[in-house]
């Protein structure tokens, strides 16, 4: 992956350009995000992100022979920017629902960002299927609850912010919690190691993905698939994932 030039981020000088204009001679493919990943409740997360996203997309390109371009873009102009033709692709939690298939090719996700299920560290339990009869958690707001009415035995309690649940957890007074995984992972690291765990994989298909458009990406979309493929066999993805404190949900959605 070509260089133009670097600005740090959390120690690390990503593979980053400052924005996107007219198409540059010597890349095979230009890809932008939005930096401030607009759509995600990520809340001191987002330079995590941002590195573990341009250094992932680095080493596709590597394996896959591939020189591409990432951009910065600002979350209004994102998706315009792709309408424009000035980059083939960009990285977003947007999920392929059917009205977009038309529109949009999705790779597969290259991070989960769905509901995960936090349990005491000591806890074996990792479904909600082994949970009935007892309470598990979810932050007023969420969507969670659709969740647990295909578990009626299950047991809801409402909070109005996570932290009170987690609290909750900690003390015994529930259960377990739903929480969407990168939410999850900043707590586990920080307040709660070694008293809470996540215990499941993503319950959801919710995460970040690389998009095109349809009839334009395909090319770019399936080497990005087979290089993520690739990065994950080899274990590349998870030890760029544990570099930016992502490796838990990487680790456990394989």
Known sequence: MTISRFIPLLGLFCLL???????????DYKVAFDPAWHSLEMPGRENSLTAFTAELIEAIGAVENLKIGVYQRSWSNLMLGLQENDYEAVCTPMQPYIFYEKLYIFSEIYLPTGPILVVGASAT???????????????????YALILEKYPDVLQRTYNSAPAALEDL?????????????????????????????SSTPLTQEGVRLV???????VLIRRFNKGLARLKSNGTYNKIAKKWNLSESLEEAK
């Open 17 to 27: 350009l400052a924005g996107c204009g007219k198409k540059q001679s010597g890349y």
């Open 125 to 143: 339990w990792n479904s909600l299927s082994q949970l009935a009869g007892r309470e598990v958690g979810i932050v007023r707001g969420t969507p």
């Open 170 to 198: 900690k003390q015994g007074i529930i259960d377990a919690m739903l929480l969407d995984i990168l939410t999850a992972e900043a707590y586990m690291h920080d307040l709660y190691q070694g008293e809470l765990k996540i």
């Open 212 to 218: 095109g458009l349809t009839g334009k990406s395909e």
